[in-house]
């Protein structure tokens, strides 16, 4: 054990301290040749796994760094990392409270302290949820509690000849179509409604679309908001789309995979005015709360829905009617073994409290309003949609001259390019027809100077870039 105790304190030290780009771009074929992955009969030796690790590190885009724009996360937790080493370590298993007794209590916290702030619980009613791998998931088993509350039977007897139809908007994360093809409700059957041009779903055109869908026969049982999308981070109307969901006996779910923290803030909680009112709530620890992969949490206003719809029988041999019976969570989970994800988001959130989230928020907020001021005010930089939220989506345009071609080849060639320097790694995006620079602000230590850093960058390779196209 203290072999590995030392190589792992080597690793983590070396890795945190060490003064390296945030990524370096790398081809498959480039790799699979300079590293060797093959596991062969006879066992290796403790030096073999320590570069295998170091490998692995060293080849991996370094998330802890301010100039990882890339994704809905950045930044280093200590209080998570300790405890994702710690989840490993007891090795927990989150189906029942025997093999997980203070992961379970951990968990239940979160799932009031997250019910609290949607407003599922309240001092007169408590929500349910469970802790569940991401946002798919929490996607997928909301579409599931509602597909139970609209057809029941569905659970036993498989689906039936009525077709069964889900809304979100154009603008709504992949997962839900995941979730329509896993459970049975099909792709086609997934109604992607237009969205406005603040990327907002479009409470009037999903009222025509849930009437379309009933004139054919079809029963509409399923709206799916995004509070966050993952592109533009826009927040959907909840109180309009409400409304229409009770019209017509529908579930409200609002997916928080990303946009959730905001609850946390007294400034910004405004962007999810009405998520009480919604059925279910995805909310993704391991986006801006930024504990490590995997953690997020499914919500739901309807007390013993979950447990309805995920639980099956055939456990006898594992959930036993004992004096803890009540603590298992398992049955509400549509996995058998789950980690003791609880740990490590209890144990960052206890270290900064719900204080500390809404601190960086606020702080986010504001880097993301300077970061927009500074792009209005250059003559080569446009946004090319509102950043209500932390994703910034800006284009390099250098001349109005150039046709949105062009212009998206120019970008996506700037952000490869800032890779390559090791400078920055930001991805690009597509939104409305314009290809741009999607900046996404998630990292707590992130200063204003790194964003001004980082403006220049593309401007200056901007220019760059589009002199070498010119030339050739
Ligand atoms: C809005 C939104 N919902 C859901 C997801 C999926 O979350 P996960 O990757 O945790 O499954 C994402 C991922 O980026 C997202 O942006």
């Not at 190589?7 to 074929?29: D, G, K, M, T, Y």
């Not at 189906?95 to 997250?114: G, N, R, Y």
């Not at 270290?351 to 989230?357: E, I, P, T, W, Y």
């Not at 620079?437 to 593309?458: K, P, S």
Request: hydrophobic share 40%; aromatic share 8%; glycine share 8%.
């Amino acid at each position: 054990m203290q072999q590995y105790l030392d190589l792992f304190q080597q690793l983590a030290l070396q890795h945190c301290q060490q003064n390296r780009a945030v990524s370096e771009p790398i081809q498959a074929s480039q790799l699979q040749h300079m590293i060797d992955v093959s596991i062969g009969a006879d066992g290796a030796e403790l030096d073999d796994l320590k570069q295998a690790a170091g490998q692995y590190l060293k080849f991996q885009p370094d998330s802890g760094q301010v100039d990882f724009f890339k994704l809905l996360y950045s930044g280093r937790n200590n209080p998570a990392l300790l405890g994702d080493w710690v989840a490993s370590l007891g090795n927990a298993n989150m189906h029942t409270f025997q093999v997980s007794p203070v992961a379970t209590l951990m968990e239940l916290e979160l799932i009031d302290q997250w019910n609290r702030l949607v407003g599922f619980t309240t001092d007169s009613r408590a929500g349910d949820g469970v802790m569940v791998s991401g946002g798919s998931q929490a996607n997928l088993i909301a579409m599931m509690m509602a597909r139970h509350q609209a057809m029941p039977d569905i659970k036993a007897k498989g689906l039936t000849g009525q077709t069964l139809v889900a809304f979100v908007s154009d603008q709504a994360h992949y997962s839900a179509q995941k979730a329509a093809n896993l459970l049975g409700i099909g792709t086609d059957n997934l109604i992607a409604v237009a969205s406005d041009a603040q990327g907002r779903l479009c409470p009037q055109a999903l009222a025509i679309a849930i009437e379309t869908s009933l004139e054919q026969g079809h029963l509409p049982f399923f709206i799916g908001l995004t509070a966050g999308t993952t592109v533009l981070g826009a927040f959907d109307p909840v109180m309009e789309c409400r409304a229409i969901a009770d019209q017509h006996g529908m579930w409200l779910h609002i997916d928080g995979a990303w946009g959730a923290p905001v609850l946390f803030s007294q400034h910004h909680r405004h962007l999810l005015n009405g998520s009480d009112l919604a059925d279910s709530f995805a909310w993704d620890a391991h986006k801006l709360m930024n504990v490590p992969i995997t953690a997020a949490v499914i919500l739901t206003r309807h007390q013993g829905l979950l447990e309805l719809a995920c639980g099956g029988g055939g456990g006898d041999y594992l959930f036993h009617s004992d004096e803890n019976a009540t603590y298992n969570l398992g049955q509400k989970s549509i996995q058998c073994g789950r980690r003791a994800d609880a740990l490590k988001v209890w144990l960052s959130w206890k270290a900064v409290g719900s204080n500390g989230f809404a601190d960086k928020v606020n702080r986010l907020q504001e880097l993301k309003r300077r970061c927009v001021e500074a792009i209005n005010t250059s003559d080569c930089l446009y946004m090319i949609g509102p950043a209500v939220y932390l994703n910034v989506l800006f284009q390099y345009r250098p001349t109005t001259s150039m046709t949105e071609t062009q212009l998206r080849e120019l970008n996506i060639a700037l952000c490869k390019h800032m890779q390559a320097q090791g400078c920055a790694y930001v991805d690009y995006a597509k939104y409305q027809g314009k290809t741009g620079i999607r900046l996404i602000l998630a990292n707590d230590e992130t200063q204003y100077q790194d964003i001004q850093r980082l403006l220049d960058h593309c401007l200056q390779f901007g220019a760059e870039l589009r002199q070498i196209s010119s030339k050739g």
